[in-house]
């Protein structure tokens, strides 16, 4: 008898067959993947053969295609693509398959394949683009002009496309300098130069003088001889030359500007104080708005408009605010940053029903601005009525979701590059019940960062326990607790940082649920007396929420107890976070929007709303974004508390 029992506990531990299976199948996909990297065809060929019904066979399928694309075989592609159309693995394969097809000049067959891409990526069309041109359908050449005026990069396939428009004489010389001045704006050289090529020769810039015009500014500068105004390559380079010196010092070159500004052209002039007011601007300087007034009637780039509101909001001159988002493109006045300030321009020259018309159309909005807007118009901020949760049947649609399978499929391999991109492309087309429902599924499998992003996109019916999730409640909350940082803030910041995901990693080396760079985790842990710390336990949860927490707690105590400091600071550092403040106080509004880096303007911005949303959900009653804000005091000389902080 006993050992009929110990029979039954050995067979309750065992995995199930079906378990089996399916890790065999997943082993045997890998095997694909990897093979496929490696070139192998007969390894693909004898993994793929024992994958069966497994969700990624598709996407092995596609590795044995795409390795058997040079042979030509079209029937076998085309017979992939229809029994998997609109599939993510299909598209990735179609364009992949018109690419191939655009390196050889088959433009028949790209005719036939490129207009059933759903999502086609720019050098794909523009292979599409040189389908049509080789059937001289001259139609492409409008939309050629307008790929002149704003691809600022352009994909190797973009570039016979744009030698048609020149080689039809539709754009001028001005039209070059144009396309080449907002190149050098955005710190692309190169891209410049590629562009001045398509200049007469006598007209065009000689490469060496280009070259160092762009590479050392400066030296540049110094240079000058006695006739390099004589033409307009000489001209504009040295208009070029003082744009990308203004940004290292936008006074030193201020004062260069002034002393050779007699002889430029006024529009060479007027976009050469445009760029040094930029960077001025970028650098919070006292007399940017002067330099944007020197700039005239130059036009601005969305980048260099933006960054004149915000250059006006720190001086508190409502009227350029107002003029400059007037004068925007239709496009960039509606996002909900200009419209919220044209609001408050509007608000600050007494036109209050004005004011308030603009508030209405982005108040209720799930985010930083909409939060501003309804508090504007005298609104609590709470979360919606949470929608009904989703029936067994939709969360049985959801599960049996082809798409949505692969990407759990992806997900239980460790693949979350590929895992993202297909739940993502399931996504498309799903009403809010359907998006629900995904996001439940996302929530089931702990995939937090899909069931937030999921639930994000909902219109009309919302659930916010699902887009601001909290899970790690068992370690988060007590830490918040011991180091008396508000829980909301905690993780209105983790959702910022990590989405939850544990293992997530950035660029630059960050690490975990609360993105720890290795010397900061180092300089915490040290500071707060965790002993034998190694940089390998800031994956483990409990550690790197401490770690946070008490980051978080410090950063907070060396900047004046101010949340948009201290969430500033978490992500550029401290000594950022004091140089940002104005020699005044600043409405923490201002102070958010006019950060110079723009993944931290963003980032402090999100993590304040985020907060607000936690605060509601966690204590049942709202919370104030601006009362979150506050105000920004000057700067100060002051030593702070941890001199030292990283």
């Not at 019904?53 to 058997?68: D, G, K, S, V």
């Not at 523009?126 to 492409?140: E, F, G, I, P």
């Not at 939850?500 to 660029?507: C, G």
Request: aromatic share 8%; hydrophobic share 40%.
């Amino acid at each position: 008898m006993k050992y009929r029992v110990l029979c039954l506990g050995l067979l309750l531990t065992l995995p199930s067959f079906s378990t089996l299976a399916q890790d065999s199948r997943d082993t045997a996909f890998l095997l694909a993947r990897d093979a496929f990297r490696a070139g192998d065809r007969n390894k693909l060929e004898r993994a793929t053969s024992q994958l069966g019904n497994h969700e990624l066979a598709p996407y092995a399928e596609n590795y044995r295609l795409r390795m058997w694309m040079d042979q030509g075989d079209s029937a076998s592609l085309r017979a992939f693509l229809e029994r998997n159309d609109k599939t993510y693995v299909a598209e990735k394969l179609r364009a992949d398959w018109v690419r191939w097809l655009g390196k050889r000049a088959a433009w028949n067959e790209i005719d036939t394949e490129y207009p059933r891409l759903l999502a086609p990526e720019p050098d794909v069309s523009c292979y599409a683009q040189q389908a049509r041109l080789a059937r001289d359908d001259r139609s492409v050449l409008d939309e050629a002009e307008k790929l002149w005026a704003t691809q600022l990069e352009t994909p190797e396939p973009c570039r016979p496309v744009l030698d048609a428009v020149v080689n039809a004489q539709r754009l001028s010389v001005d039209d070059v300098w144009t396309r080449a001045r907002k190149q050098i704006e955005i710190n692309r050289p190169a891209q410049a130069r590629s562009t001045l090529a398509y200049l007469p020769d006598a007209q065009a810039p000689d490469g060496r003088s280009f070259e160092q015009a762009t590479s050392s500014p400066a030296s540049y500068l110094a240079k000058l001889g006695s006739n390099w105004a004589a033409t307009r390559a000489g001209r504009e380079l040295t208009a070029f030359a003082l744009a990308r010196q203004a940004a290292s010092d936008p006074r030193a070159t201020a004062e260069i500007l002034e002393r050779i500004k007699g002889q430029l052209k006024d529009s060479e002039r007027q976009w050469a104080w445009s760029q040094i007011a930029l960077q001025g601007a970028k650098k919070h300087l006292s007399e940017t708005l002067s330099w944007y007034a020197a700039a005239g009637k130059t036009p601005l780039s969305d980048d260099a408009a933006q960054w004149k509101v915000r250059a006006a909001l720190r001086n508190q001159e409502w009227g350029v605010v107002h003029r400059t988002i007037e004068a925007m493109p239709p496009a960039l006045a509606s996002q909900p940053e200009w419209i919220y300030w044209l609001g408050r321009a509007h608000k600050a020259g007494g036109r209050t029903t004005d004011a308030d018309a603009l508030f209405e159309k982005i108040a209720g909005q799930a985010n930083f601005y909409g939060n501003l807007a309804d508090e504007e118009l005298g609104r609590a901020i709470m979360p919606p009525p949470k929608a009904s949760a989703p029936s067994n049947e939709e969360q049985r649609a959801a599960r049996d979701n082809p798409a949505l399978r692969r990407a759990l499929a992806f997900f239980r391999l460790d693949m979350r590059t590929e895992a993202v991109r297909e739940w993502n492309w399931a996504l498309r087309g799903m009403n809010d019940r359907e998006l629900l429902a995904a996001a439940q599924l996302a929530k089931s499998n702990q995939i937090w960062d899909r069931a937030i992003n999921t639930a994000d996109r909902t219109k009309n019916e919302h659930d916010y326990t699902l887009r601001f999730l909290a899970p790690y409640g068992e370690q988060v909350r007590p830490a918040a607790r011991h180091q008396s940082v508000d829980d909301a803030w905690v993780y209105g910041l983790m959702r910022q940082e990590s989405r939850f995901i544990t293992s997530a990693k950035s660029t630059v080396g960050a690490s975990g649920l609360m993105q720890l760079m290795p010397a900061t985790a180092k300089w915490v842990a040290k500071k707060i007396g965790l002993k034998n710390y190694d940089h390998s336990q800031v994956h483990d949860t409990q550690t790197n929420v401490l770690l946070g927490t008490s980051y978080m707690r410090l950063v907070l105590e060396n900047l004046d107890n101010h949340p948009v400091l201290a969430s500033a600071a978490y992500n550029a550092g401290p000594g950022r976070a004091r140089k940002w403040r104005a020699d005044w106080a600043l409405e923490g509004a201002i102070y958010a929007e006019t950060i110079p880096f723009s993944e931290t303007r963003d980032y402090v911005k999100k993590v304040l709303s985020n907060a607000v949303y936690y605060s509601a959900l966690f204590n049942g009653k709202p919370d104030s974004l601006k009362a979150r804000l506050g105000v920004v005091a000057a700067r100060t000389s002051d030593t702070p508390k941890d001199a030292d902080l990283p």
